[in-house]
Structure formats: C-alpha cells, structure tokens
Nanobody
C-alpha cells in the first residue's frame, strides 16, 4: 500500500522548535522528490519546501527560508522538516507529499502545528 504517515507537530511557543517526520511505504522512496505543504486556518494550501532525489537540492518558500530545514533518509524512507524560530503565522496543518513517476500523488494525513503563547 502506497502511503505517507506523518508524526510530530503539536503546540509550541513563539521562537520554539518542532520537527515533523513522514515515513513512506509502498513505493521506491529514493526515486522521488518530496515536498512539505501547509494549510493555515482560512487559507489555501501553501507549498513550503522540496527536496530532490539524493538530497542534492532543497528549496524553500521565502517565508520559511533560514528557519526550516528539509531532509531525507533514503535508508529509512523518511523525510523530515525541522522548524526553528517558529512564529504564530506558521500555525497550520502540515502535509508531506510525494509525486510518483506513475503520476500518482501521495499525501500524508496532515499534522497540526500550533504556535502560540
């Protein structure tokens, strides 16, 4: 079964850190690029980061660059998002995503991150 299962998230104070992880199964993980997206309350889905195969290249949206770090472990079939210096505007449901060579779009179940004092 092709799936992505997320873990992590929760409540953190402004300036704090959280780590999200996404475990993949059912497909050849090392062959696909992986992304993280988020949806804030009342807003649309926002792409925030991508990591290409072999961890050769990473990309970030401007609002998280320098604060968030995407990484992958192909031996463990996991992709992670380390989030530092969190702000209230980072509050959102975070999703990992993989676009397979078959054209299938695979999504994690989503994890809520709340940044609040």
């Amino acid at each position: 079964q092709v799936q992505l299962v997320e873990s992590g998230g929760g409540l953190v104070q402004p300036g704090g850190s959280l780590r999200l992880s996404c475990a993949a199964s059912g497909f050849t993980f090392s062959n696909v690029a992986l992304s993280w997206l988020r949806q804030s309350p009342g807003k649309g889905l926002e792409w925030i980061s991508e990591i290409l195969t072999g961890s050769a290249s990473t990309y970030y949206t401007a609002s998280v660059k320098g604060r968030f770090t995407i990484s992958r472990d192909d031996a463990k079939n996991t992709v992670s998002l380390q989030m530092n210096s969190l702000k209230p505007e980072d509050t959102a449901v975070y999703y990992c995503n993989a676009k397979l060579w078959s054209g299938q779009d695979v999504w994690g179940q989503g994890k809520l991150v709340t940044v609040s004092s």
